[in-house]
């Protein structure tokens, strides 16, 4: 069932606006890309090669990776989240179908589990966080992934799955994928425990 995502504290205290990405975005979504030195500019997931030609796109030919996610945000659909702060995109969440990221789904850690023996039409997947180097840890990603769960709800989506990592003394490099207990606070339950890369799954039950 769906929890009480409806609180503002995090958006108020920290003048966030939240919405949905899109084309107008893109500007703004570019120069978070830039500010944070994030030159994969949320493409690993849709890229086809392997890691070396992966790690030779980032370093030599960064451009295809923004001008793929400027493409990215003028398709129909719901591509992820987007917080404002007076106008300038201090966070950004990858919220998109499952069936669009077949890449992360399998990776040795989680191909063929049985958690994902169910129809895969309706699911959402959390790919990863950005958030602005001067508000991390202040509860911009929060903020996101609860707009998140709200768009979720109004696509019509039946469930959002995420992959987080679970350490104590993970950082920034290693909270790409956000922390698992972000997850767990939001309403999201486990249903593949193996740490530290449990797979959560917030069920969304739509009135009939």
């Not at 001008?67 to 007076?86: C, I, Q, T």
């Not at 001067?134 to 109004?154: H, T, Y």
Request: proline share 5%; net charge neutral.
């Amino acid at each position: 069932m769906t929890e009480n995502v409806s609180s503002l504290s995090d958006e108020s205290e920290l003048g966030l606006l939240l919405e949905a990405a899109g084309p107008a975005h893109g500007d703004a979504l570019l120069a978070l890309f830039e500010r944070t030195c994030t030159a994969c500019h949320c493409q690993y997931w849709h890229f086809k090669g392997d890691k070396n030609a992966w790690l030779e796109r980032l370093f030599h030919e960064p451009e295809k990776n923004r001008s793929a996610f400027v493409e990215d945000l003028a398709k129909p659909g719901l591509k992820g989240v987007v917080a404002l702060r007076a106008g300038t995109a201090v966070g950004w969440l990858k919220l998109c179908p499952a069936k669009s990221i077949s890449k992360l789904y399998d990776q040795r850690l989680y191909k063929g589990l049985p958690c994902f023996d169910a129809p895969r039409e309706g699911v959402l997947t959390v790919g990863c966080f950005l958030v602005d180097d001067e508000l991390r840890r202040k509860g911009v990603a929060r903020a996101l992934l609860r707009r998140g769960i709200e768009l979720a709800v109004q696509s019509g989506a039946h469930s959002v799955e995420a992959f987080p990592r679970r350490s104590e003394h993970a950082g920034p490099a290693e909270l790409w994928t956000g922390p698992a207990q972000l997850f767990i606070d939001l309403g999201f339950k486990i249903i593949n425990d193996f740490a530290p890369y449990p797979v959560l799954r917030y069920e969304i039950v739509h009135a009939s």
